[in-house]
């Protein structure tokens, strides 16, 4: 599907100051030989079997699938991974290739500091140096994963400029990177950004879809008819649509449709009207902007798909419409991931809960001689706070108080 140097349509690309071209050129080179190496995909399959409960299952929802009447409920088990979700799968990928180019230093962006918890284990488990960057704003907002980071080993630097969020975190990230090349890696959290890291991180993300192919032929004894995913950068739902790209599967991506598409206060770029494509954040892609080109504010329940951009390679597969793309409002998320606890025992991530909001629209349209695929990119332990207060939950809120009152006391 891509073309010469990481277009995939008119969309990809590499938009990087010159003093990072042989940064680049060096890691699309370790990137092409690991690819044509057999070695590296066995030691990255060992590595996240011992370490990160590769392969994850393909669990059938029984309850959840009676209880829509249709479709039977398949869910690929990422939240089973160590550190909670899928970004284990890229960042230790990404780990083994730093030990190839001999560096000795990964330094990563983060907003809501998954991406960053993740790659502080990396790091600690590689014997890594680990830098992150993280906007003011959510190092204030995101104190239990700064907390890990630190833990784990990490220098948390809190950026101060802009609007003191994700996009101002990666700008830093890149200085230091621009400063620090020889021994330092830039450990892109998804399929975003200038190329390689969108086709790389990709690749690193199929072994999902690998495992789900063919754990659904086992069960099934035939391809399933549609898999669903939520779409951030776009790395969880590439892991899981690359395996199934040849074959008669529906590929469905649900954005964050946050208090509604027509509210503006939203972050999908792929199902939204008020999206458009420019570059920025050196690749060309679907961006919400305003008419000058200035990034808009994103806005979802789940931090991990509140993001202006997204991955060229779901672009490419918008426009040429092998995949469909569709939005779930936070309203409807908390519903879907209040369903999945309740007749599953399973706590959905916000960000997954995304996918089954869509999926529980569409099963019960479907037959029991029909399958489908929801990817649970993560576990939801990460979201008490946030789902604690929409269910405003009083036992939680006196907890807090109590925690309050001892500090003060
Ligand atoms: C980060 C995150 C996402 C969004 O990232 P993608 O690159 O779009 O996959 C989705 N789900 C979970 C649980 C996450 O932590």
Not at 11 to 28: K, M, R, V, Y
Not at 115 to 124: E, I, K, P, Q
Not at 266 to 291: C, E, M, N
């Amino acid at each position: 599907m891509e073309n010469d140097r990481g277009y995939f349509g008119q969309f990809g690309g590499a938009f990087i100051p010159e003093i990072l071209s042989a940064t680049f050129d060096q890691l699309e080179d370790a990137f092409i030989k690991a690819k044509s190496d057999q070695s590296f995909w066995h030691d990255y399959e060992t590595l996240m079997q011992t370490y990160s409960c590769r392969p994850t299952p393909l669990t059938f929802a029984a309850n959840l699938s009676r209880y829509f009447g249709g479709a039977k409920i398949y869910i690929k088990r990422e939240d089973l991974n160590h550190t909670g979700a899928h970004k284990a799968n890229n960042v230790i990928g990404q780990g083994l290739l730093v030990q190839r180019m001999g560096k000795t230093r990964v330094i990563a962006e983060t907003g809501a500091g998954q991406h960053g918890v993740a790659t502080a284990t990396m790091a600690a488990r590689f014997g890594f140096e680990c830098t992150i960057y993280m906007g003011a704003k959510d190092v204030l907002r995101q104190r239990p994963n700064v907390f890990w980071m630190q833990r784990l080993g990490a220098t948390v630097v809190p950026v101060e400029s802009g609007c003191k969020i994700l996009k101002d975190a990666i700008n830093e990230a890149l200085r230091d990177w621009a400063t620090n090349m020889d021994n330092t890696h830039y450990v892109l959290g998804t399929a975003c950004g200038p190329h390689p890291f969108p086709t790389m991180v990709a690749w690193l993300q199929s072994i999902i879809g690998q495992e789900a192919r063919r754990q659904i032929l086992e069960a099934e004894g035939k391809l399933p008819d549609r898999v669903y995913a939520c779409v951030g950068g776009g790395s969880n739902a590439l892991g899981l649509f690359s395996a199934f790209l040849d074959d008669p599967v529906e590929l469905v991506g649900v954005e964050a449709g946050g208090d509604g598409i027509d509210s503006g206060r939203h972050a999908s770029r792929l199902s939204a009207p008020d999206a458009s494509v420019g570059i920025a954040q050196g690749y060309k892609t679907y961006f919400l902007q305003d008419q000058d080109g200035q990034m808009r504010e994103t806005h979802s329940i789940a931090a991990g798909l509140d993001y202006v951009g997204v991955s060229p390679i779901l672009s490419k597969l918008k426009e040429s419409q092998r995949a469909r793309f569709e939005a779930a409002t936070d309203t409807e998320v908390l519903e879907a991931a209040a369903l999945v606890m309740r007749l599953e025992g399973l706590i959905p991530a916000l960000e997954s809960a995304h996918a089954f909001v869509q999926a529980f629209k569409e099963a019960p349209q479907l037959s029991r001689d029909h399958s489908i695929i929801v990817n649970l990119s993560g576990r939801g332990d990460k979201d008490i706070f946030t789902i604690a207060d929409a269910f405003d939950d009083p036992g939680w809120k006196e907890f807090i108080l109590l925690k309050a009152h001892q500090y003060n006391a």
